[in-house]
């Protein structure tokens, strides 16, 4: 799934991730289901994959606006 260029409030939340320490990924959708969009983090030393929907994008974002 492409990135919407356009879509200025979903490029702040991703850059505002990661300049808190995430690493944006990738997006995936089934088509089905609303595109979960993926990050790494860092938590004490080991790498995680998190998988967030838009809602919660918004929401992690939001700590780190």
């Known amino acids: 799934m492409q990135i919407d260029q356009n879509d200025w409030r ?20 089934s088509g089905i289901t609303e595109p979960l969009w993926v990050f790494t983090v860092m938590i004490d030393g080991v790498e995680h994959s998190m998988a967030l929907s838009r809602k919660k994008l918004k929401e992690e974002a939001s700590l780190y606006v």
Do not use: V
């Not at 979903?10 to 959708?29: D, K, M, N, V």
């Open 10 to 29: 979903l490029l702040a939340e991703i850059a505002a991730l990661e300049h808190a320490g995430y690493r944006f990924q990738s997006c995936h959708s």
